[in-house]
């Protein structure tokens, strides 16, 4: 699968031809409230899936849903450890969206404006 890749050329960051699906599953992990909180919540560090079901004071099943969807998108990192499991940030995940954004930024701000019809 064809993903957006950000180059820094110069200064500048450019993005590589190819599909937005790694973009499109940043922003639709990025899109919960719930998952957002995780986030905010993971920033403190390393942190066992029971440590957040009495930190958010809900279900294991819920959360884990939540959490899945944030490793699918490549914004946290799981480790096993007996039977449970330790969720953390991928801080260059975090920078990907940041380079991203910057992207969309630079592009606009270079883009001509429309022609009458």
Same mark, same amino acid.
């Given at each position: 699968?064809?993903?957006?890749?950000?180059?820094?050329?110069?200064?500048?960051?450019?993005?590589?031809?190819?599909?937005?699906?790694?973009?499109?599953?940043?922003?639709?992990?990025?899109?919960?409230?719930?998952?957002?909180?995780?986030?905010?919540?993971? #920033? @403190?560090?390393?942190?066992? !899936?029971?440590?957040?079901?009495?930190? *958010? +004071?809900?279900?294991? /099943? =819920?959360?884990?849903?939540?959490?899945?969807?944030?490793?699918?998108?490549?914004?946290?990192?799981?480790?096993?450890?007996?039977?449970?499991?330790?969720?953390?940030?991928? #801080? @260059?995940?975090?920078?990907? !969206?940041?380079?991203?954004?910057?992207? *969309? +930024?630079?592009?606009? /701000? =270079?883009?001509?404006?429309?022609?009458?019809?």
């Amino acid at each position: 699968m064809n993903q957006p890749i950000l180059i820094y050329k110069g200064g500048m960051t450019t993005a590589t031809t190819g599909s937005l699906g790694k973009a499109v599953r940043l922003f639709h992990a990025l899109s919960d409230e719930t998952r957002l909180r995780l986030l905010e919540q993971l #920033r @403190e560090g390393e942190q066992c !899936v029971c440590e957040l079901t009495d930190v *958010f +004071k809900t279900g294991q /099943s =819920r959360l884990s849903f939540h959490l899945r969807v944030l490793k699918d998108a490549g914004l946290v990192t799981d480790r096993p450890e007996g039977r449970w499991i330790y969720y953390s940030l991928d #801080r @260059e995940a975090l920078r990907e !969206v940041e380079d991203f954004i910057v992207w *969309f +930024k630079e592009s606009s /701000s =270079r883009a001509m404006p429309a022609r009458r019809c």
